[in-house]
């Protein structure tokens, strides 16, 4: 740098040409999956099922969650093949998942030209102060938070999609509703807060003012907000469709259940119907068994959600 | 006020409607057939097509829909909505989908490639410069979108955007009968109207610049003098529990 006197400014520090994919372009995406519900596949076959049964995106990876809890070891990218192969079966998008901070994960899923971007805690860390910066990217990235703070925290490193992070591959609601409330509650707080306090708030909270304070306008996080981690059931689905969610993912709930065929239809009707209990009566009957879960208070069980900041 | 319904099965149906909302009308959401009685005119938003199509399936939603756009009242789709109301698709998923047509023109469903290939651009937009005045441009927002690749004599061509040959060099499968469109027609079709119908393969509902949806509700207008003056709006139907607080997101410039 002192040879050439070349400086890079911030934000032009761009790995590869990003005027290319404007932030609008970005959300624009997840803004039309909203309503909709994305669901962990881990092969061609499942994902057609996906497909069929309505899905509005699938999510690409080798293992579904609840199997990697159970088998344990490093959980990686998927093989590109893989993800070749799921993308070739379908005409929906596809997004796969890269380790946290893994950025040269994620220049390769860039390169296979999938959808989106999942920068994902229920893979194994690949670096644990630092995520990747998802500004020299011109693929959007979606991020897992828990509060406020997070969420914010993400979209300044540039993710153009949020999704509240719940206990992935536990069929147990309970994560994902305090993380949604998390979210939704300081949003609420916020709203109410005299402007001279937010300076503050978002010390505390540890997000970048401007994005504090754009939320405070707003009243809801600036970006798509999805809900994730537990959803086993329709009404599970439609719970985080009611809380204020703009869609939800389902990862082990669909493939994990007795007739994921039935399930995922299911799901997917329940969230577009979220606020009429009588089509989610009718949608919820006969769905066969669902996946078994875990109960969390066993302190034994490992949080995903806690791996990231 | 008239009252336009938006079809909200999945997708942008919540930009819509804040777009109708600055426009000082008033957008409902349509998810069941019975309720597309209440309305004159319908926006069928941006989304993925094939889950919209499922989903219509299931609420048997089609013949509703179709009954809809043969009386002659105003639809508009957008992006995914564009697919459904287009008389021949290509690039569907196996076994195809759903359509509701009336749009006579083929359709080439995610024409532009994957997300990697979405873009902006500014659109020349004469037809609608015209009506509503303006800019000459308009900016396009192309999310995975479709085109239009030939259309029936009736339909009148709003805009168009120019298809450089030596596009895309992706290793997809879907890429290949697309590059040789392009070879053959460098320009392809992006917005149309049809008698009442109009269709666009961008997504005016995520910009600032409401001209498309002005445009729309005065081709309601012309059809429908008398609903539009029409003082008794019925009042929100609350069977429904819980609806969070619509608050709705920005508009990245």
């Known amino acids: ?309 | 006020m008239a009252l336009v319904g938006v079809l909200a099965l999945q997708g942008s149906f919540n930009e819509h409607i804040a777009a109708l909302k600055r426009l000082g009308v008033k957008g409902v959401e349509i998810r069941k057939p019975e309720q597309l009685l209440t309305v004159n005119s319908l926006i069928i938003p941006g989304g993925e097509s094939t889950t919209m199509a499922k989903l219509a399936e299931y609420f048997n939603l089609f013949p509703a829909l179709r009954e809809f756009v043969q009386m002659g009242k105003p639809v508009w789709g957008t992006c995914a909505g564009l697919i459904f109301l287009a008389d021949k698709a290509i690039g569907q998923k196996i076994g195809g989908q759903q359509l509701v047509g009336g749009l006579d023109c083929t359709v080439h469903r995610n024409f532009f490639g994957s997300q990697i290939q979405s873009f902006e651009t500014e659109l020349a937009v004469p037809e609608l410069a015209s009506k509503e005045g303006g800019p000459e441009t308009f900016r396009g927002v192309f999310i995975r979108a479709p085109a239009i690749l030939d259309v029936g004599p009736e339909v009148q061509v709003l805009a168009d955007y120019p298809v450089p040959s030596d596009k895309v060099t992706s290793s997809d499968s879907s890429v290949e009968d697309k590059k040789e469109n392009a070879e053959e027609e460098n320009k392809v079709i992006v917005a149309v109207r049809q008698g009442n119908i109009l269709a666009t393969a961008f997504h005016p509902e995520l910009t600032a610049d409401t001209r498309w949806h002005s445009y729309f509700l005065k081709m309601g207008n012309v059809t429908g003098e008398e609903a539009s003056s029409s003082g008794i709006v019925p009042a929100q139907v609350s069977t429904s529990y819980k609806q969070p607080l619509q608050n709705e997101l920005p508009i990245f410039q």
């Open chain 1, 1 to 309: 740098m002192e040879g050439s006197g070349v400086v890079t400014v911030y934000g032009n520090g761009a790995i590869t040409e990003t005027k290319k994919s404007p932030f609008s372009v970005k959300v624009g995406l997840a803004q039309m999956l909203r309503g909709g519900v994305i669901m962990d596949v881990v092969n061609a076959e499942q994902a057609r099922i996906a497909e069929e049964a309505g899905a509005c995106a699938v999510m690409a990876l080798e293992r579904v969650p609840a199997d990697i809890r159970a088998q344990g070891g490093v959980a990686r990218m998927s093989d590109p093949q893989l993800i070749k192969e799921i993308k070739q079966a379908v005409t929906i998008p596809v997004m796969a998942k890269a380790r946290i901070g893994h950025f040269v994960e994620a220049q390769i899923l860039e390169h296979l030209g999938i959808d989106y971007v999942d920068e994902s805690e229920v893979l194994t860390l690949a670096d644990e102060d630092n995520h990747i910066n998802k500004h020299n990217f011109r693929i959007p990235f979606v991020c897992g938070c828990r509060n406020l703070g997070e969420a914010l925290r993400r979209i300044r490193e540039g993710a153009a999609m949020i999704r509240t992070k719940g206990e992935a591959g536990t069929g147990n609601i309970i994560e994902a509703v305090r993380h949604v409330r998390s979210v939704m509650g300081d949003i609420r707080v916020l709203r109410n807060m005299d402007d001279d306090e937010v300076f503050t708030f978002a010390k505390k909270i540890a997000a970048p003012y401007d994005l504090v304070m754009q939320t405070k306008q707003l009243g809801r996080l600036p970006v798509v907000h999805f809900a994730a981690g537990g959803v086993a059931t329709p009404a599970d689905a439609a719970l985080m469709m009611q809380l204020g969610c703009d869609g939800v993912f389902v990862g082990s709930g669909v493939f994990k259940s007795g007739d994921p065929a039935k399930r995922a239809r299911a799901i997917v009707q329940a969230v577009t119907h979220y606020s009429d209990p009588e089509v989610l009566a009718e949608v919820s009957c006969g769905l066969g068994e669902a996946m078994v879960g875990i109960n969390l208070n066993d302190s034994n069980v490992e949080r995903f959600a806690n791996r990231s900041e």
